[in-house]
């Protein structure tokens, strides 16, 4: 292993240690599909799930938050009220918040609610590689218009452009899942290439991700690029472990997250391929 895959390896893993140390209380307000795989994600890394988006509830509850997960899978007019406070009183506390823009462009209620979102500074935003295209145009052009539905019909290096402006005009680290994970802060460019093919077939396996992504930014809020790189690996190495086991897309979600919950420094370093691309 090369001095750069070593020095990654070191940090996602102390990291991992870190939220499995002190349990960082994560508030996802999160979609009905991934509600399960989220908690039992977070869980297994070691963090404290709490799926709570009662618009009363916030200002009591929000603020005792280490980071807030926002995923706008099943949106409603009832809930984006909640997201947009949350996100308001995150960073009235200066608690870092990850936006999770599910199909961002399927729907003009649904584009314009990202937008809206967008807006309020998240400190990371993680999805697919057409989600990012959309929200980069968007942020470079008001009167953008969606266009796109919910599958990603890009290649995540094919938003490596689109993710570098995105995060130039929001002010945020944006990450594109793809075969190549890609992470950037606008001029740094990094490429996780950890996780399985099958990962693509057990739903909210991005939805968990990006909760992940807000666990880790919650144990290092200063270097919130490192973090979602480092949440991405140790994701993808836990489904690399769980398909060793896995018979199929449901054998392998129980066998990830128990990867997952079980992953030592010595798995961990000898599986993580993490790149610098720019």
């Not at 990450?175 to 950037?184: K, Y």
């Amino acid at each position: 292993m090369d001095s750069n895959q070593t020095q990654w390896g070191s940090k996602a893993w102390h990291l991992l240690s870190l939220v499995r140390a002190q349990s960082p209380l994560i508030q996802c307000i999160t979609n009905f599909v991934s509600m399960d795989i989220v908690a039992n994600t977070l869980l297994s890394a070691g963090a404290s799930p709490a799926m709570l988006h009662a618009v009363e509830e916030l200002p009591d509850f929000t603020p005792r938050a280490a980071a807030l997960y926002v995923n706008v899978g099943t949106l409603s007019p009832s809930w984006l009220p909640a997201m947009t406070t949350a996100a308001q009183i995150c960073n009235t506390v200066h608690t870092p918040w990850v936006l999770d823009p599910v199909a961002a462009s399927a729907s003009a209620f649904r584009f314009e609610a990202c937008r809206e979102l967008l807006r309020l500074k998240p400190t990371v935003v993680r999805g697919n590689a057409s989600e990012i295209i959309a929200l980069s145009l968007a942020s470079a052009e008001p009167n953008a218009s969606a266009s796109k539905g919910v599958d990603s019909v890009h290649d995540s290096m094919d938003a490596v452009e689109a993710a570098k402006l995105l995060a130039q005009t929001s002010g945020a680290v944006v990450a594109v899942s793809g075969a190549t994970d890609i992470v950037t802060d606008g001029i740094r460019v990094v490429g996780a290439h950890n996780g399985v093919a099958m990962m693509q077939k057990v739903t909210a396996t991005g939805c968990s991700v990006t909760a992940l992504i807000a666990a880790f930014v919650a144990v290092d809020k200063s270097h919130a690029l490192d973090a979602a790189v480092s949440a991405l690996a140790v994701f993808g190495v836990a489904g690399e472990l769980g398909m060793k086991m896995a018979k199929g897309p449901a054998s392998l979600r129980m066998h990830l997250i128990d990867a997952l919950y079980g992953l030592d420094e010595a798995a961990l370093n000898s599986h993580v391929n993490i790149t610098s691309l720019c």
